[in-house]
């Protein structure tokens, strides 16, 4: 076969891009349902609000997403530029640089979408659903995005508390009431803005469709276990979207594309097709957020051979059954059958002797030398990118602990890359390949140390 026909690195699973296609769209939606005097909310990404808001007829997108959109067509720079222009610092996170600039422009053009935006762009929001979760940025970057429109701002707060107070079931009752009260008073001040009542019908819907969904994506992430791996992470990184992001109320779509997506996936490890079209030389997770704007480095690294299995960030949950028959209020209900304690987590991930161990070492030291570790070990990685970003130390501080921990318990290296989500400018996509091409003879040493500890890969 000549170079010319060669196939490209990336073996790309079809029904990928139908579910792709989603993503489209959901701003389309957002576009024309702002056409119609229809309420758009802006949305950061927290896991609670996004199903509340279709059930009340409110079409979401989501900056976040828009700005790695952005980042992926070479189109984030300008308006990252306009968020400087604006006072905003270059070390913000990407995402939210990304959206201000966009928000600036808007504001340039009386509250019109800038031509140059891609996928179509995001109207100008009815309201702004900020989170108070995680990162150093979010509910700050939705008031600053507030400056910008005459539209409301409203926080979502979510539990936080430490490890060793979420092995206790008084702090998971805790928690669980503390998010009915905060998203029943979402719900009232959504009744209040919009002049309508909740459709708790709608909710239990579009509810249980976070569900299944979530259920299939499990199972097709447990199907990547295989080798060869059947999935690359360029796909789950493209689909992940469309389930995480979803902006229309009705969840059927999206449940039907990854029950095809499932079967491909089935049918590939039948027949031991892989993710990557060369041999499968060195399997490999990756670890924090991608580099949105120059994803094609991944395809340069599976022409050496390189096929990431898996990935931690967006990663589904094991799906659960539990019995809510016992509870009245939709909203306990709504909350109840997604959020889980801690120790529910452990039981559901580990055997039971391992649950024991890692208890005792979170109540002991405060952490666990297993916890986190897991994928790691199910999928059998010869080695972990670690994406260490210039723009968000929420996903990046931990990292060089990770690092230690993954080697000091599973003997797998971990190679290092800075860079950003966004700004393309951070990121050297030629020394990142330099020093991933030194760091093959490390995984093929960590291979030796492995056999000769006698562990399962």
């Known amino acids: 076969m000549t170079q010319e026909t060669k196939p490209r690195a990336l073996n790309r699973l079809k029904s990928m891009y139908e579910l792709r296609a989603e993503v489209d769209r959901m701003y389309e939606g957002g576009v024309e349902a702002s056409e119609e005097g229809k309420p758009v909310a802006w949305v950061m990404l927290e896991g609670w609000s996004n199903a509340i808001l279709n059930a009340m007829g409110v079409k979401t997108v989501f900056p976040e997403n828009y700005s790695s959109l952005c980042a992926a067509q070479g189109m984030a720079e300008p308006f990252m530029e306009r968020s400087e222009a604006e006072g905003w610092p270059s070390h913000l996170c990407g995402y939210a640089r990304a959206s201000v600039g966009y928000s600036a422009r808007m504001v340039d053009l009386d509250g019109k979408i800038p031509p140059e935006a891609p996928g179509g762009g995001m109207p100008k929001p009815t309201l702004l659903v900020a989170s108070g979760e995680t990162c150093d940025a979010r509910f700050k970057w939705f008031q600053s995005l507030g400056r910008f429109f005459d539209a409301p701002v409203w926080t979502l707060e979510s539990p936080s508390p430490g490890i060793r107070e979420r092995l206790s079931s008084e702090t998971y009752e805790r928690n669980v009431q503390f998010l009915i009260k905060e998203l029943k008073a979402f719900v009232a001040f959504l009744e209040n803005l919009l002049g309508k009542k909740m459709d708790w019908d709608m909710l239990e819907f579009t509810g249980g469709g976070t569900n299944e969904i979530n259920r299939l994506r499990w199972e097709i992430n447990e199907l990547r276990k295989s080798r060869p791996g059947p999935m690359h992470t360029r796909d789950f990184w493209s689909v992940m979207t469309a389930a995480l992001f979803r902006g229309a109320a009705d969840p059927e779509v999206i449940i039907e594309g990854h029950q095809k997506m499932y079967d491909e996936v089935a049918e590939r490890v039948e027949k031991g097709i892989a993710g990557i079209n060369r041999p499968e030389k060195y399997r490999m997770a990756f670890e924090g957020l991608p580099p949105w704007h120059t ?60 649950v024991e161990i890692i208890r005792n070492e979170i109540i002991r030291d405060g952490i666990s030398s297993r916890l986190g570790l897991k994928h790691i070990s199910d999928y059998q990685v010869d080695g972990v990118v670690l994406h260490v970003l210039l723009t968000c130390r929420a996903t990046s501080a931990g990292l060089n602990l990770l690092q230690r921990r993954i080697l000091d318990v599973l003997k797998v290296p971990s190679l290092v890359i800075e860079g950003d989500i966004i700004d393309a400018s951070a990121f050297n996509a030629a020394e990142a390949l330099r020093k991933a091409e030194a760091f093959e003879e490390t995984m093929d040493h960590y291979r030796k140390v492995r056999k000769e500890l006698g562990m399962p890969w």
């Open 295 to 354: 994803l094609g480095f991944l395809d340069q690294l599976a022409e050496r051979g390189w096929n990431f299995v898996i990935e931690s960030a967006y990663r589904p949950m094991r799906p659960r059954t539990i019995d809510l028959s016992m509870y009245d209020d939709p909203m306990e209900r709504y909350v109840r059958r997604r959020y889980r304690s801690l120790e529910e987590s452990l039981q559901e991930e580990y055997e039971p002797d391992e």
